[in-house]
């Protein structure tokens, strides 16, 4: 099973960038989907972004359309989040994820998971 490590986050203030990755270990094929979701305190687990590991296409959600950018380096087994104009409600725990069978937004279809990395923006 590939394993997720995430890396990036910390505290910044309303307006501010950070970059998130994401380190993956093993063989990701081409019908891979790699995504990032993100679960505020009381809130469900929901779906940031995503991109086809082979082809490169890129999936968002509304909230940050616009904002964030999701990109891979197929040769490193990287995925990135870069994240501009952040506001308070980004604050969250975002984890990188992996889904074998192709596109999906629905976090139970999700194989592997990493552990998650706190992004809490002040105002």
């Known amino acids: 099973q590939v394993q997720l490590i995430e890396s990036g986050g910390g505290l910044v203030q309303a307006g501010d960038s950070l970059r998130l990755s994401c380190k993956a270990s093993g063989r990701i094929f081409s019908s891979t989907f790699m995504a990032w979701f993100r679960q505020a305190p009381g809130k469900e ?58 596109y999906s937004t629905m976090d139970s279809t999700f194989d592997s998971w990493g552990q998650g990395t706190q992004v809490t923006v002040s105002s």
Do not use: H
């Open 45 to 102: 687990r929901e779906f940031v972004a995503g991109i086809r590991w082979g082809v490169g296409n890129t999936y968002y959600a509304d909230s940050v359309k616009g904002r964030f950018t999701i990109s891979r380096v197929q040769a490193d087994n990287m995925v990135y989040l870069q994240m501009n104009s952040l506001k308070p409600q980004d604050t969250a725990v975002y984890y990188c994820a992996l889904d074998r069978g192709g």
